[in-house]
C-alpha cells in the first residue's frame, strides 16, 4: 500500500549546455589599390562580434563576424598603416536536449590567431574563435514535504534556497553620432577601435527589469592633415532599457551579464567634405536569471511501527544565493623595451582579459589575466609594437564560509601610464568584477513510501526494554532500530533534543 504523500514545487534552472566551443575561422585578404604595400606587421587584431543566435529543437546556431585590423608600416617604414576587413563566421552547437523555452548566453573571443604577410599586398589568417555559452531551460522539481499515514514515522528537515523565477534574454541596439573634439583633426583612417558595454544600475518592479548602463567608445585614428600623425578619441553612450519579465518582483535576486555584440564604427562626411564625426551602432544582448527566497521542506527517512516500508529517494540541487559583490581590482605592471629607447607611445590598450574565481576557505581568489598592448616610437624615429601578457592573484576575504561558487562577470581597462625611464612604460590597469555569490547543495529526499501487501507485519505485541544509550546518540537511530513511536521516546524519557545529553538508559515502551 502506498502511503499518501505531499509535494511543494521548486523551479531551478537546468544547464543543457554550460562550456566553451570552438570555431576555426581562415581569411586571405589582398589588399585594395589604394592601401601601400606591406613592410613590416605590427599588430594584427581580430575582434570576433555576436551578431544573432537562436535555438532551434537541440541545436544552438550562432552567426557574427569578426572585425580585423591590420597595422603595419608602409614600404617607407616610417608610417603606421592599416588594412581592416571582416569575416563572418557561424556556428551550430548541439544542446543535451531539446526544449522549446530555453534562452542562452554568448560570448566570444580569440582562443588562438596567426597572421602573416604572404607579400607585400596579401594577408594570410588563420585563427580560433572561442564561443562561451550558458544555455538553460526553466524546469520544476516536486519535492516531497509530507508522508499522511499514522504508522509511519518520518523526519524532516527545512532549509532556506532560491529557487528560479525567470531567464530572459534581450537584445537592443545602440545608435548615435559622436564628434571629434578638443580641437582634434579630421579623420582619414581608423587604426583601432574597442567597443564595451557595461552596466551601471538594475532594478526589478513588479512583472519588470530597468536596466542602466553605458558604452564605452574608443578609437585611434590617422590624421586627415597628416597621415603620419595619430589621434585617439573616446567617448560614452548611455542607454536605459525595461524588460518585460514575468514573476518578477522587488525582492528577486537578479544575476544580470551583458555581451557588447556586433558593432560598426564609420567616420561622417560633413557638409564641406571632412570626417569630423563617426556613426556608431553597436547590438547589444542583455541575460538575467532572477531568483526568490523560498523555504525548502523535505522527508529524510521514514520508517513504520507496522510493517516493513519500502523507501525510494531521489536528489536535487538546490541554489542559494549569498549576495552580489562588487569590486575594482587594480594592479601596476610594466612593458619594458630592450636596446631600445622609448621617446613616444602612439597608443596603449588592454586585450584578451580573463577572471577566473575560485571560492575556497572563506577566500574569494580571482586570478586576472591580459595582455598589455603598445604602440611606440622610438629615439630614431621608428614606429615599433610591443605586448605583454600579465597574470595577476587578488583575495577578498569573505564572512560567509558557506560559499562555494562565484559567478563573475568582468571589464579590464587602463587608467593611466607613464613612461618610468627610457625603456620602461609602467602601466595601472583596473578590472571591474562583479560576482554572484552561491552554493549549490546536493540533498537527497525521499519520494515514496509503500507497505508489500504479500510481506507480514511486525509482531506488535507489547513490550517493555531498556537502552542503554550513548552520548550524543541520535533519538531517531534508537526509535527507527526498535521500530517504536519517537513521541513516545521522547515522552516516557523527557527528551526534548535530537540527541542523548549525556550517556543513559532510555525506556522504550512499545504500544
Not at 523555452?101 to 604577410?117: E, F, G
Not at 540541487?317 to 629607447?341: A, M, N, P, R, Y
Amino acid at each position: 500500500m502506498q502511503a499518501q504523500i505531499k509535494t511543494a514545487p521548486y523551479e531551478y534552472f537546468d544547464p543543457i549546455f554550460d562550456g566553451r566551443y570552438e570555431a576555426p575561422v581562415d581569411a586571405e585578404y589582398n589588399l585594395p589599390d589604394y592601401c601601400a604595400d606591406i613592410q613590416k606587421i605590427l599588430k594584427c587584431r581580430m575582434v570576433p562580434e555576436i551578431s544573432s543566435y537562436i535555438i532551434s529543437g537541440d541545436t544552438l546556431t550562432c552567426d557574427g563576424v569578426c572585425d580585423i585590423r591590420v597595422l603595419y608600416l608602409d614600404g617607407k617604414g616610417d608610417t603606421v598603416r592599416c588594412c581592416d576587413f571582416t569575416k563572418d563566421f557561424t556556428a551550430s552547437i548541439k544542446l543535451k536536449s531539446s526544449e522549446e523555452k530555453a534562452v542562452a548566453c554568448v560570448q566570444a573571443s580569440i582562443a588562438h590567431l596567426t597572421c602573416r604577410a604572404v607579400s607585400a599586398r596579401r594577408v594570410d589568417l588563420h585563427a580560433a574563435i572561442c564561443l562561451q555559452v550558458l544555455a538553460v531551460v526553466q524546469k520544476k522539481e516536486l519535492i516531497t514535504c509530507s508522508l499522511e499515514d499514522e504508522t509511519i514515522e518520518k523526519r524532516g528537515e527545512s532549509f532556506q534556497a532560491h529557487q528560479a523565477v525567470n531567464a530572459v534574454c534581450h537584445q537592443f541596439t545602440i545608435e548615435d553620432t559622436l564628434p571629434v573634439k578638443n580641437g582634434k583633426p579630421p579623420i582619414e583612417t581608423i587604426l583601432r577601435r574597442d567597443v564595451s558595454c557595461r552596466v551601471i544600475e538594475s532594478r526589478i518592479s513588479e512583472e519588470r527589469l530597468t536596466v542602466n548602463g553605458t558604452a564605452d567608445i574608443s578609437f585611434l585614428y590617422t590624421s586627415a592633415v597628416d597621415s603620419n600623425t595619430v589621434e585617439k578619441l573616446s567617448s560614452s553612450i548611455d542607454f536605459s532599457q525595461v524588460i518585460e519579465c514575468a514573476g518578477a518582483e522587488e525582492s528577486c535576486v537578479c544575476d544580470l551579464r551583458i555581451v557588447t555584440g556586433e558593432s560598426s564604427i564609420q567616420p561622417r562626411e560633413d557638409d564641406v567634405g571632412e570626417y569630423n564625426s563617426v556613426s556608431v551602432v553597436i547590438k547589444v544582448f542583455l541575460m538575467a536569471f532572477l531568483y526568490k527566497s523560498c523555504e525548502v521542506e523535505i522527508i529524510d527517512d521514514a520508517y513504520s511501527v507496522k510493517a516493513p516500508l519500502e523507501l525510494r529517494y531521489s536528489q536535487s540541487v538546490f541554489t542559494q544565493i549569498h549576495g552580489i559583490t562588487s569590486e575594482t581590482l587594480k594592479k601596476k605592471c610594466s612593458l619594458t623595451v630592450s636596446d631600445d629607447e622609448i621617446q613616444k607611445v602612439l597608443d596603449i590598450w588592454c586585450e584578451q582579459d580573463l577572471v577566473q574565481t575560485i571560492c575556497e576557505k572563506a577566500k574569494l581568489n580571482y586570478r586576472v589575466k591580459y595582455t598589455v598592448c603598445m604602440l611606440y616610437m622610438n629615439a630614431q624615429g621608428r614606429i615599433l609594437y610591443i605586448e605583454k601578457q600579465f597574470d595577476h592573484n587578488f583575495t577578498t576575504e569573505m564572512e560567509n564560509p558557506l560559499i562555494k561558487r562565484a559567478d563573475t562577470t568582468w571589464h579590464t581597462d587602463m587608467w593611466e601610464y607613464r613612461i618610468a625611464d627610457r625603456n620602461t612604460v609602467e602601466v595601472s590597469v583596473e578590472t571591474s568584477v562583479v560576482s554572484t555569490l552561491l552554493s549549490l547543495n546536493t540533498v537527497k529526499y525521499l519520494t515514496s513510501a509503500a507497505t508489500d501487501e504479500n510481506t507480514k507485519d511486525f509482531d506488535l505485541r507489547p513490550r517493555f526494554l531498556v537502552y542503554y544509550a550513548s552520548q550524543g546518540e541520535k533519538l531517531w537511530d534508537i526509535a527507527k532500530g526498535h521500530r517504536a513511536m519517537l513521541s513516545d521516546i521522547r515522552n516516557q524519557n523527557e527528551l526534548f533534543d535530537d540527541i542523548v545529553p549525556e550517556p543513559r538508559p532510555i525506556i522504550i515502551c512499545n504500544r
